[in-house]
């Protein structure tokens, strides 16, 4: 059983075209979110969602817009892709209480060409 | 103040040795202090953590010291194995923060037989 799981795990698009990714937790956990993993492995947080709200959400381009359709998932919309959005995109959860572990998925390496 | 910095970049221990990474930070606020470990093609999992009412602690060949005073914490991987070669994000969040982590730039460490 995959605690967190995100599809598709590659993604490679033209510049300019839209593209999503799923996120899905069967952990129980309330809050969930993306991060980004650039070339030189920096990892940086874009958004978090507690029970389907927003909480955190970083100097992101608009372009990105996440989606939580429940607490158990949370999915990624990209519009207009740009050279740039080239990374890996991972998923995490955790229980928004005090600091708990946040488990992370395998992650979605995105590939603009 | 956001950043913690993490050093070295990458790190060569022979089997049996000691790794030991560190990192450093500037928010007088973070009050938790995790450490994830990532191999290739994984998402980020977390490995241990501390507090900062303590100055250290073990779990098996993983230590993490905490040093309050000069805002610096350590890893130390006693009797690395050819199995610990991954790479090391520290990282840092405030109570109350929506469990926002900043992490380290991280720590691509090789265990040689």
């Known amino acids: 059983d995959t605690a967190v799981s995100q599809t598709p795990k590659y993604l490679v698009t033209q510049m300019g075209n839209d593209k999503s990714i799923k996120c899905e937790q069967n952990?129980?956990?309330?809050?969930m979110y993306w991060y980004k993993q650039d070339s030189k492995k920096f990892l940086k947080i874009m958004f978090s969602y507690n029970n389907k709200e927003l909480i955190i959400n970083e100097t992101v381009p608009n372009r990105f817009s996440p989606k939580s359709p429940d607490k158990a998932h949370l999915n990624l919309h990209i519009n207009s892709l740009e050279l740039g959005d080239s990374a890996v995109y991972f998923c995490?959860?955790?229980?928004?209480?005090?600091?708990?572990?946040?488990?992370f998925g395998d992650g979605t390496r995105l590939s603009i060409l | 103040q956001q950043q913690v910095k993490q050093s070295p970049q990458s790190l060569i221990v022979q089997k049996g040795g000691i790794s030991i990474i560190n990192c450093a930070y500037e928010n007088t606020a973070f009050d938790y202090f995790p450490w994830y470990q990532q191999f290739p093609g994984k998402g980020p999992a977390l490995l241990i953590a501390?507090?900062?009412?303590?100055s250290e602690k073990k779990e098996g060949r993983f230590t993490i010291s905490f040093n309050k005073s000069a805002k610096q914490f350590s890893l130390h991987i006693m009797d690395s194995q050819p199995g610990d070669s991954a790479t090391y994000f520290c990282a840092a969040s405030v109570s109350g923060g929506y469990n926002k982590l900043i992490f380290g730039a991280g720590t691509r460490l090789a265990v040689h037989p």
């Open positions: 952990l129980g956990h309330d809050t």
């Open positions: 501390i507090r900062p009412d303590v």
């Open positions: 995490a959860s955790s229980q928004n209480q005090g600091n708990q572990p946040q488990h």
